[in-house]
C-alpha cells in the first residue's frame, strides 16, 4: 500500500508571495491533518480536514487555509508568506472509522518551505 | 490548556546501552498517547497507549503509559546506531487532533 505522498517536496518563494502545497493521503483513509514543523516550537497542529470538510483547526491566522477534495487529497495554501512561515508541512492521514477520533496518523515526508 | 513535554531534550549514549524517554501530559479527556521516530523526513508510528492498552513492546522497543500521574515512557534496550532519532511523544488532544511534544534527540554513537 502506497504511503502518504506530498508534493513539492521543496520550495523557496519569497515574501508576499502564495503557495500550494498538495497531500495524498494512503488510500482509504479520509482524515488529513496538516502539521508546521520549526525547530523552535516542534509540531504545531494547522487544520483536520474530513469528509472534505474542516474539521478542527489550530491557532494559526487566516493566511493559512485547506481543502480537501472528493478523493480524499488535500490542499492547503499560505497567502501573503512571511519570513517565518519557513518550515517543515508535514501532513498526516488516518483511517477514521465512522468519523471517530483521529488516532494513529500516518505521516508524510513533507514539503520544506523557505521563505526568503 | 493541552499540553505535552518531553525529556530530556537531547540524549548521547553509545551502542548496546539502554535509554529511557519521558513524557508527561496534562490534557481534557484523555484518550489515547502516541509515540513517532523521526529520522531526516516523515515521524513513523511506533506505539499508540490508550486507556485499554497502556503496556506495547515491539522488539527492543517498549513503552507503558501511567494514566494516574500521567506519563510516560519509552525505553530502548540494547542501542543501536540506526535508533539515533527524535522521538516524539503526543497526545490526542480535546479536539481529536494530536499534540506533540517538542521530542527527545537521540544520538547513538559506536
Known amino acids: 500500500k502506497a504511503g502518504v505522498t506530498q508534493t513539492p517536496r521543496y520550495l523557496i518563494k519569497t515574501r508576499g508571495q502564495q503557495v500550494t502545497l498538495s497531500c495524498s493521503p494512503i488510500s482509504g483513509h479520509r482524515s488529513v491533518s496538516w502539521y508546521q514543523q520549526t525547530p523552535g516550537q516542534g509540531l504545531q497542529f494547522l487544520f483536520e480536514?474530513?469528509?472534505?470538510?474542516?474539521?478542527n483547526k489550530g491557532n494559526f491566522p487566516g493566511r493559512f487555509s485547506g481543502r480537501q477534495f472528493s478523493n480524499s487529497r488535500s490542499e492547503m495554501n499560505v497567502s501573503t508568506l512571511e519570513l517565518g512561515d519557513s518550515a517543515l508541512y508535514l501532513c498526516?492521514?488516518?483511517?477514521?472509522?465512522?468519523?471517530?477520533?483521529?488516532?494513529?496518523?500516518?505521516f508524510g515526508p513533507g514539503t520544506r518551505l523557505t521563505v526568503t | 490548556e493541552d499540553k505535552v513535554v518531553q525529556s530530556p531534550l537531547s540524549l548521547v549514549v553509545h551502542e548496546g546501552d539502554t535509554v529511557t524517554l519521558n513524557c508527561s501530559y496534562e490534557?481534557?479527556?484523555?484518550?489515547?498517547l502516541l509515540w513517532y521516530k523521526q529520522e531526516k523526513k516523515a515521524p513513523t508510528f511506533l506505539f499508540m497507549l490508550t486507556s485499554s492498552g497502556i503496556e506495547k513492546k515491539s522488539g527492543r522497543l517498549s513503552s507503558i503509559l501511567d494514566k494516574k500521574e500521567l506519563f510516560s515512557i519509552l525505553n530502548i534496550t540494547a542501542t543501536q546506531t540506526g535508533d539515533s532519532a527524535v522521538y516524539l511523544c503526543a497526545v490526542v488532544g480535546s479536539q481529536g487532533n494530536l499534540i506533540f511534544g517538542k521530542g527527545t534527540k537521540l544520538s547513538v554513537k559506536p
Open positions: 490534557v481534557t479527556n484523555f484518550r489515547s
Open positions: 480536514y474530513f469528509s472534505e470538510t474542516q474539521r
Open positions: 498526516a492521514s488516518s483511517l477514521v472509522p465512522s468519523g471517530g477520533p483521529t488516532y494513529e496518523q500516518y
